[in-house]
T-cell receptor, first 109, second 112 residues
Framework: QQKVQQSPESLTVSEGAMASLNCTFS??????FRWYRQHSAKGLEVLVS????GEKEEGRFTAHLNRANLHVSLHIREPQPSDSAVYLC?????????FGDGTVLTVKP | ETAVFQTPNYHVTQVGNEVSFNCKQT?????MYWYKQDSKKLLKIMFS???????VNETVPRRFSPQSSDKAHLNLRIKSVEPEDSAVYLC???????????FGPGTRLLVL
């Protein structure tokens, strides 16, 4: 059964400093990786999807996938207080989607 | 009126009972979702359903199952509810691969 783990559990950064979030997964056949953002009491917002090793940039959000290391990360450039939210990693294989427990990001002005 | 409709608004039941929640969307979307909202107001996705393809969050217990008759309806059944199932269950819909989801008002479940 796929296991998806995120770290750190919570992260506080200053406005403008790079924020880096990590996600590890257990099934090396996984082929679709997404990072979501969830503001309190709202739905999920897709930030970036990545399907092959390397980097994928969407605005200030960059995902980096290394399937050999079973690792996908999210880097947020110049984070702002409005980026404070829960960030969820989701890994898909054979039609099943597994979410991590999330990282709570707080961006201080 | 085009929107996402959920029934019931509120349901109280006892441990071990079976419950079903209904969701209907009149927005013409092809994808529907069920979320569980916990006491901290965080939403956890449970299922998404698109063109008869079900995508399941594997952390969801097996007593939960979605049921769909067509792309406008996605119901949620819980066999043998447990106290930790007490929460608000939110239904949403969207076009596939589009980020904007439209949410229903939610069904609040209380398990005694």
């Amino acid at each position: 059964q796929q296991k998806v783990q995120q770290s750190p559990e919570s992260l506080t950064v200053s406005e403008g400093a790079m924020a880096s979030l990590n996600c590890t997964f257990s099934d090396g056949t996984s082929n679709n990786f997404r990072w979501y953002r969830q503001h309190s009491a709202k739905g999920l917002e897709v930030l970036v999807s990545i399907f092959s090793d390397g980097e994928k940039e969407e605005g200030r959000f960059t995902a980096h996938l290394n399937r050999a290391n079973l690792h996908v990360s999210l880097h947020i450039r110049e984070p702002q207080p409005s980026d404070s939210a829960v960030y969820l990693c989701a890994v898909r294989n054979t039609g099943k989607l597994t979410f991590g427990d999330g990282t709570v990001l707080t961006v201080k002005p | 009126e085009t929107a996402v409709f959920q029934t019931p608004n509120y349901h109280v039941t006892q441990v071990g009972n079976e419950v079903s929640f209904n969701c209907k969307q009149t927005l013409g979307h092809d994808t529907m979702y069920w979320y569980k909202q916990d006491s901290k107001k965080l939403l956890k996705i449970m299922f998404s359903y698109n063109n008869k393809q079900l995508i399941v969050n594997e952390t969801v217990p097996r007593r939960f199952s979605p049921q769909s008759s067509d792309k406008a309806h996605l119901n949620l059944r819980i066999k043998s509810v447990e106290p930790e199932d007490s929460a608000v269950y939110l239904c949403a819909s969207s076009w596939v691969n589009q980020d904007t989801q439209y949410f229903g008002p939610g069904t609040r479940l209380l398990v005694l």
